[in-house]
């Protein structure tokens, strides 16, 4: 946890922000990913160095995360994954030891959709006689380990570390599942506390909070893009409902539409005040 002292200065208000970026992986994402692991071992489906297989559909950070806690786990990381996902990306999971599987990019309403396309594998390979192993598909929007692990975990270090005095807390949401832990959490420690989702242009979870819609102006009829959610930032924004947002809405206050050009200058300002080389989504 660190004070950002340039924003604190000119608000008149102290301002924090938690570096999940200090997990092994990069990213908050590790903790889901040991969650699903752990759960699925817990359950006797998978045991290590027997030729299991995680099965993910992802193009971001969750991948990275099961490429490598699979690699030094015992276990093989199958990524489903869009077959426009950057080089750099590709070659990181590659690295890490993850199988690939690229495939067309679509719809979640499509079979062959990344997500869909990685439960599906998951189920044709536990289903092949010729494998010795099992596969399981982690399956991070719907999976109850998702929102539980930040409960137990990344909501108690921010209350322990901010010193148990916090009014507001702000978080995108992607999954759903770091809002719903860490609300929970906190507003249980700190019943005045105000929970704010801060929600890229495009996405449809703004709406969703302020008004109960799940709807953008983007999804008009008549429109057609590569991503409904039309932003820059990534890992954060969505246009359905996942079974972890669900667990967050009964404690999120507010919402509030950050626009790409609002989220790049306050990557650029927090580069030059403060020395943090943040994406756009933080």
């Known amino acids: 946890m660190v004070e950002i002292k340039s924003l604190s200065k000119l608000t008149g208000c102290k301002i924090y922000a938690?570096?999940?970026?200090?997990?092994?992986?990069?990213?908050?994402?590790?903790?889901?990913?040991?969650?699903?692991?752990?759960?699925?071992?817990?359950?006797?489906?998978?045991?290590?160095?027997k030729g299991d297989?995680?099965?993910?559909?992802?193009?971001g950070s969750t991948g990275i995360s099961f490429a490598m806690l699979c690699?030094?786990?015992?276990?093989?990381?199958?990524?489903?994954?869009?077959?426009?996902?950057?080089?750099?990306?590709?070659q990181l999971l590659t690295s890490l030891g993850a199988e690939l599987e690229p495939?067309?990019?679509?719809s979640i309403v499509d079979p062959s959709q990344y997500v869909n396309a990685a439960k599906k594998s998951a189920e044709f390979f536990t289903n092949d006689t010729s494998n010795d192993g099992v596969g399981v598909f982690a399956d991070q929007f719907e999976n109850d380990?998702?929102?539980?692990?930040?409960?137990?975990?990344?909501?108690?270090?921010?209350?322990d570390q901010i010193d148990h005095?916090?009014?507001?807390?702000?978080?995108?949401?992607?999954?759903?599942?770091?809002?719903?832990?860490?609300?929970?959490?906190?507003?249980?420690?700190?019943p005045s506390l105000k929970v704010i989702l801060a929600d890229p242009q495009g996405s449809g979870l703004y709406n969703r909070v302020k008004y109960g819609v799940m709807y953008d102006k983007v999804e008009k009829e008549g429109t057609r893009r590569r991503h409904q959610v039309d932003t820059i930032v990534e890992g954060i924004g969505l246009n359905r409902l996942t079974y972890n947002f669900t667990k967050a809405e009964p404690y999120i206050d507010d919402a509030i539409r950050v626009t790409d050009e609002q989220a790049i200058k306050m990557a650029k300002f927090l580069s030059i005040n403060d020395g943090f080389f943040w994406g756009s989504s933080s």
Do not use: Q
Not at 145 to 159: L, M, S, V
């Open 103 to 106: 495939v067309k990019p679509a």
């Open 18 to 49: 938690k570096l999940e970026m200090n997990n092994p992986g990069g990213s908050a994402k590790d903790r889901v990913a040991l969650a699903v692991i752990r759960k699925y071992e817990e359950l006797g489906i998978i045991h290590p160095h």
């Open 145 to 159: 380990c998702n929102w539980r692990i930040h409960y137990t975990t990344t909501g108690p270090e921010i209350y």
């Open 165 to 190: 005095n916090l009014d507001f807390f702000i978080t995108g949401s992607g999954t759903g599942g770091t809002i719903a832990g860490c609300s929970r959490y906190l507003k249980e420690k700190i």
């Open 53 to 59: 297989v995680i099965f993910e559909g992802t193009s």
């Open 71 to 90: 690699n030094a786990l015992g276990y093989t990381a199958h990524i489903c994954l869009p077959n426009d996902t950057s080089t750099e990306k590709l």
